[in-house]
């Protein structure tokens, strides 16, 4: 079970700290990744992290700007988001799976959060 939060109105050049709470399972169990919604499509990969290593992989769209974590002791990861743009603006949801790397490929996700709304606008 996945729950995110964070999610809200900011400004363009604004700052977000998304957080996904997991239960069910130790979060050292999975990989987490974060992803955003996108109108007729699979929702697309932001940032995702891996189960054992703790590596990272990030969208070339916020590379430099999103920066996830991991904190096993409280079971959440989070999505710390700098320079906030407008064209992040998205439900950005979180996802576990069991297989073990860092990359965000969308069919290897099986549980999924409800997701949280981002809206980046002045």
């Known amino acids: 079970h996945l729950v995110e939060s964070g999610g809200g109105l900011v400004q363009p050049g604004g700052s977000l700290r998304l957080s996904c709470a997991v239960s069910?399972?130790?979060?050292?169990?999975?990989?987490i990744g974060w992803f955003r919604q996108v109108p007729g499509k699979d929702p697309e990969g932001v940032s995702c992290?891996?189960?054992?290593?703790?590596?990272?992989d990030y969208a070339h769209s916020v590379e430099g700007r999103f920066t996830i974590s991991r904190d096993n002791a409280k079971n959440t990861v989070y999505l710390q988001m700098n320079s906030l743009k407008p064209e992040d603006t998205s439900i950005y949801l979180c996802a576990a799976t069991v297989v073990d790397r860092p990359e965000c490929f969308y069919s290897e996700y099986d549980s999924w959060g409800q997701g949280t709304q981002v809206t980046v606008s002045s």
């Open positions: 069910g399972g130790a979060l050292d169990n999975y990989s």
């Open positions: 992290i891996s189960r054992r290593d703790g590596l990272s």
